[in-house]
């Protein structure tokens, strides 16, 4: 009885899991290069393991019962491009990602192509990293970055190269960690990052979200009809207990 309500539980805990994984797909819908996640259910079929599904020695991390689990799982296929006319908007055609380096010296990379100047001339994401070793001089009037990444600027009566906007991949990039504002960190299970030549840049165009509101929104009734399902369950088994205990006394 008790391992029957701690598999129900084991259910709901993963319908919550898909709930919170549809509730931020939709939410970020409108979000430039934002990439969703999709799930899976597995059984468990191992008691110990970690906060990262990692197998462990008995007494370490979490000790859960025999059930069923939800896995998340980012899928980085290519969403639209729309124009927006900006300079510093960048959208990326093809498997690469932009990376980025933050004033910790840290790495991050993303689709989300909107960048901004700051008073240093560096190219500036939202999430607070840039384009590393590319400045733009005081004084420039055009940009001009072409689909290989190389960016050109005009600067008194020339043009000028001022460096190359690196784009990277990777072996499993499902495997990275979503870290937020649209970036991302390597992992030991996306491998390291890859110079990517293959994929191209779009100036003045952003791209899209590859998350459909409809597929999106009937996921999210159907997550919380299961998840009901399995409350019930719970319910259930709960009260099954409570008279088992009460014909013995």
Avoid: C
């Amino acid at each position: 009885m008790l391992a029957g309500i701690k598999r129900s539980f084991s259910g709901l805990m993963a319908q919550m899991q898909r709930l919170s994984v549809k509730g931020a797909n939709i939410a970020n819908a409108t979000t430039p290069g934002f990439k969703r996640t999709e799930g899976t259910f597995s059984e468990m079929l191992l008691s110990g393991l970690d906060g990262r599904h990692v197998p462990v020695i008995s007494g370490e991390g979490s000790n859960l019962t025999r059930g069923v689990e939800f896995r998340g799982e980012l899928l980085f296929t290519q969403g639209g491009l729309v124009a927006t006319g900006r300079p510093l908007d960048i959208a990326v055609e093809g498997r690469g990602l932009i990376e980025l380096v933050d004033g910790a010296g840290r790495t991050s990379y993303t689709r989300n192509g909107s960048f901004t100047l700051d008073g240093s001339g560096r190219i500036v994401h939202s999430s607070g990293g840039w384009l590393e070793g590319l400045v733009v001089p005081t004084g420039a009037t055009i940009i001009d970055i072409d689909q290989e990444g190389m960016v050109s600027v005009a600067h008194e009566g020339g043009v000028v190269e001022i460096g190359r906007i690196r784009l990277t991949s990777f072996l499993n990039p499902a495997g990275l960690d979503s870290i937020g504002q649209s970036t991302y960190a390597a992992t030991e299970n996306s491998g390291p990052a890859e110079i990517d030549d293959q994929a191209k840049l779009h100036q003045g165009y952003l791209e899209l979200s590859n998350v459909s509101l409809a597929d999106e929104m009937t996921s999210l009734i159907r997550a919380q009809r299961a998840y009901q399902a399995s409350s019930h369950a719970v319910r259930t088994l709960d009260e099954m207990w409570e008279n088992v205990n009460a014909l013995r006394r």
